[in-house]
């Protein structure tokens, strides 16, 4: 198409034309007079000048347009995971023959086609020859951003749908003038799969509970199906058995049971029974673990002399959650309100000596209660009262070693807060602690962490480390402290710094904070979603939480932050898993006032199979949604004639455009000055200047 329009004034173009074709001949007749080709020469440069002046004074605009056809470009994405080798293991040739053909056709056809291979990753290739089916991981997010870095219109995927990492196919959209067309892979030969996906439970229980356990089923098969879900003890007795009944088809199960919670009998494994044909059974399988906590927290308390201290000290006790309080006192000389010699008839969790030893006959039940705690880690706590003596402080000395002084001057002592102590104590409030009397000076050194300490230096409450956990309370007007306490804005200071020092003693860090798995199994590749959970029973939130992991031989792995959810008031976190073998995670907790616990190890086993082998069955659902989505058809792989049959690549019409302007034409103003200069050169040399 051709449109030229002259935008110059002509009245002003027309004279201008004659008044320039006058002058030209007047100024041929005086070139002509001097015989030369210079003369020549120098009259067709000024024609040149007086056409390209006359054209740009009619100011042109010429608008050429010119219509192309041209074939669309396309792109080939191959997915070449491990699991489209099962998929395409059924078909009569090699699946390479199958897409060389495919190639073929859409080059026929196309500009242009790029050929891209995907799994963890997209990456572009040359020829399919080359392409191996044996990678871990399918992740559909890349495509979109390949398919607009070349600009396909036309775009192909072969693929089984089966995404291990990134998102599910159907959730791809690609742009408005693309389309996907999905070509599905698919083993067609009978199957069924039973595959336990997901457990829910809780984590911390106490023994003779019942447990409610809340298990998620996937059952994909051709025909109807039943068998059994057992679960089972650590010792692989079975305890329950439930009938699982699945129609044919892809679906999932919900199936909600209880179980006894048992000293010997603690479930750890969740299996089902494989049906005749299944030959995937790795997912059949689902290990949990519980925190199985003793009906009651068995508390030995043993006071030598009744006090005003021993009535605070046995209902702070009380006050710990399931605390079962055992209390021996002395009523008077030799005669105690039990039989000593049942102190240790049932194991303690905690030992606490409440103005004890005082009397030299103490010595021998002393001597044992520290054997006991020595031989089995049991924590004692030792509370000093007013008739501790030098018999008092000798064994305590030599058991915590400490170095103790009698007090030269009995003067009251003001107590203050160490930074470790504010991990029981409320530090804010430390200026509420009224100054207190004390019958010795307890001397601590680098092996001892103090909690409180008097103006003198001495330790009002100190830690230590033993063969098992010692904390001393030098504090002979216990009660008396407290009852000050109760007139001031913090009455309370003293109760819950020493409840913190019993929750502490009592309860390991694998009681107060767990860590939780889906499952303690897993296969390479896949993703572990971890879960911290805290015991608010006996512990406030955490401030900061993450997980660690680590090999059994205890190289760390992994290091992951863990992010609270509200609802759920769990921390939450996840990882890949990409070495095989036998792992640990932990969950490290910490507070803003420096305290921190670390919970026992879980243990879970990574399998040495591929998370693609898991589920080899073709996701068909998605498949159809991805083309759908896309403005594409959907094709299998066995049966290339349908899409060669019903596709047609439509020509692209591209349409060329040519503009002519004034605007355009600034440039030959500088090809005017040219020709004048030179004009003027040969005019100069032919003598007509």
Known sequence: ??????????????????????????????????????????????LCVVIMTIFILADPYLHFTRTKEKLPGASLFIDTSSSMAYNTS????????????LIDWIRDRSDHLSLFEFNSSVNPIQQVEDIQYEHSLTDFSEIPSAVNSVGSKINFIITDGIATAGPDPSSIKLRANQTMHVIAAENKASWKDISIEKMDYPVTVIQGDTVTITTIIRVQTIEDIRTDLQVHDQSGKILSTLPVIAEAGDGISEITFKVAVHQNQIPELISITPVDGEENILNNKYSIHLNVLSESEHILLVTGALSPNTSLIKEILNSVPRSDVGHFFRIGGPTWNQPVNTFL??????IVLDNFPVLNEDRNLFDRL?????????????????????????????????????????????????????RYFDRLHADNLSPTSTIHQWKTDQLHTDLLVYTDGSAAISKVELPFTFFGVFIPELSKLNFKLGQTNSPDLLRDGLKNIFLSSIYSGSDLITSQMDKLSYDLGEIVNVKGIY??????????????????????V?????????????????????????????????????????????????????????????????????????????????????????????PEKN???????TISTHKWWWVIIILLSVEWIIRKRIGLL
């Open 655 to 661: 349409i060329e455009s040519y503009r002519l302007s």
């Open 90 to 101: 059924d078909l009569s040739e090699h699946v390479s023959q199958r897409v060389d053909e």
């Open 370 to 422: 520290i054997r006991s705690a020595g031989e089995n880690g049991i924590p004692i706590i030792f509370f000093e009262g007013a008739n501790s003596g030098l018999l008092t402080s000798t064994l305590v000395s030599q058991l915590s070693k400490i170095r103790v002084e009698p007090v030269r001057i009995i003067s009251p002592l003001s107590i203050s807060i160490t930074d470790f102590g504010e």
């Open 535 to 556: 015991n608010d029973d006996y512990v406030s939130k955490p401030d900061r939480m993450n997980f660690q992991i680590q090999t059994e031989t205890g190289e760390v």
């Open 558 to 650: 992994q290091e992951i932050p863990a992010v609270f959810d509200v609802d759920s008031q769990e921390f939450k976190g996840n990882f890949f898993v990409n070495k095989s073998g036998s792992m640990q995670v932990t969950t490290k907790s910490v507070w803003d006032n420096g305290n921190e616990f670390t919970s026992t190890p879980l243990e879970f086993v990574v399998q040495d199979v591929v998370v693609e082998d898991r589920d080899l069955q073709m996701n068909r659902n998605s498949l159809l949604e991805l083309s759908l989505n896309n403005r594409g058809e959907f094709f299998t792989l066995d049966d290339l004639e349908k899409v060669y049959n019903s596709l047609e690549f439509v």
């Open 1 to 46: 198409m051709f449109n030229l329009t002259i935008q110059g004034q002509i009245f002003i173009l027309v004279p201008v034309i004659i008044a320039f074709i006058v002058l030209m001949i007047n100024y041929r007749k005086i070139t002509k007079s001097k015989k030369s080709y210079l003369n020549l020469f120098a009259w067709v440069l000024r």
């Open 345 to 350: 008839t049932e194991q303690p969790k905690l």
